[in-house]
């Protein structure tokens, strides 16, 4: 990472204590450095022409979608990429709820479903992301367990490990594309041929595109994580054990 | 990847798909390619010039001294670094199995500790891999779940998922490094006080350097493994759902 390189440091608190150091790193090796932020420290110290202000007073978590739009559009400037059109994203994602309840649960009742047992998101490609956001999310809001693992990658040892999820209320979630090949097509049912007696979920959500695809999916998931928030008796909002951490690491 | 790069494809079996097509596809883009198999499909069409042959009759993920210490070797002369004694190395790690029983649990205690229970192995930098080479040897040794994560990043979600960890019977288990900074063992210290009641474990192995510290506790841990192997009831040899996987993708 030289003087030829463009970093852009996104925090919405702009206090996160790794991307304000990177920034302070990149700067001193003379990248050009693009901010994005409500302010905090990362406010404080970037250069003001060079930064996004975004409004304060979501949960970070919450805060995506504009946190999304910001670097994106960015990046698709600094690569000379045609922009994509958000108001175009936003109405596919809203209209992609419309399948809730028909092509899909209703998250109510995915959340009911998945409640009891510990969620195993798979994805492969560009729903990997979507996996982790997801297992997070399920974390964060519903204080409650989930992991997720990548495609095909998992399939070399995770599958020996399906014979125990009984025992452990182990729940397999597979996200998977519309847009995957039919190789990957046949060995996620082939995946899921193996692990049969595994109550394994298979989630697909009819899409345009891939950017529709893992916002709706994601869209999807935050909301499931939300209702599982409400059956596990759970403010979604409250991070008390992140915020015991942090204090005892300040203190 | 073009003509200045130089690709290593590695595979015990030499007819592992992906590393197949990755050696062609390296090959078109005109880079220098060395191979590490005991035969197989890469063995077939890899120029045996450029091509180490390594024993067969082992199970893949038992053979990763070979392995190790093959590519590891054949990495330090393309990069003209000082190259590693591998004999010395095996020495340590014999030695540090020294302190099983003493310095940390014996296999079999830890096996029996953590048996009924999914383990979740938490570490940061170079025990990162070490982490998840445990997670996969418990899936395939043991038919057993077993989930890692990268720290810090864990701490960021994973801790509010604590809150459910007695629920589901996860027990954390932080693999801590002798070599790690003051900061980084502040945050585990925290860490662990905020799961206080969550029964957490920590396992660190007294060594001369890094790769020591990587390769002791991989050794250990693959122990672990075997013994729970033992009280799962399983054999630690067979794959029997990988394998019935290959031949429904086969079929």
Redesign the interface.
């Known amino acids: 990472v030289d003087e030829k390189w463009v970093v852009v440091a996104v925090s919405y608190s702009g206090n996160t204590e790794e991307t304000v150091s990177a920034y302070r790193e990149a700067r001193d090796r003379s990248c050009r450095v693009f901010c994005v932020t409500t302010g905090g420290e990362l406010g404080r110290i970037s250069n003001a022409g060079y930064t996004q202000r975004i409004p304060e007073g979501l949960q970070p978590r919450a805060a995506l979608p504009i946190l999304l739009s910001v670097t994106m559009g960015l990046t698709e400037r600094v690569l000379g990429l045609e922009p994509t059109d958000f108001g175009r994203v936003s109405e596919n994602v809203q209209r992609n709820q419309e399948v809730w309840g028909s092509h899909i649960d209703r998250p109510e009742t995915l959340a009911s479903e998945i409640y009891g047992s ?1 969620p195993l998101f798979l994805a492969q490609g560009h729903l990997v992301p979507v996996a982790y956001r997801a ?2 999310q ?3 809001n519903a ?5 997720s693992l990548e495609m095909p990658e998992a ?11 009984q025992r ?3 729940r397999p979630v597979f996200l998977e594309s519309s847009f995957q090949s039919e190789r990957m097509s ?2 996620y049912e ?2 899921r ?2 692990m049969s007696t595994e109550r394994s979920m298979k989630l697909t959500i009819p899409s345009e595109n891939r950017l529709d695809e893992m916002l709706s999916l994601t869209h999807y998931l935050d909301m499931v994580s939300l209702e599982l928030a409400l059956l ?1 008796g ?1 403010d979604p909002v409250g ?4 915020s ?2 942090k204090s ?2 300040a203190g």
Request: net charge positive; glycine share 0%; charged share 25%.
């Open positions: 510990v297992k997070c399920f974390n964060e204080k409650y367990s989930a992991f399939n070399h040892n995770e599958i020996e490990a399906s014979v125990s999820y452990f209320a182990i046949r060995r082939a995946t041929a193996v596990h759970v991070v008390d054990r992140i015991e951490l005892r690491l």
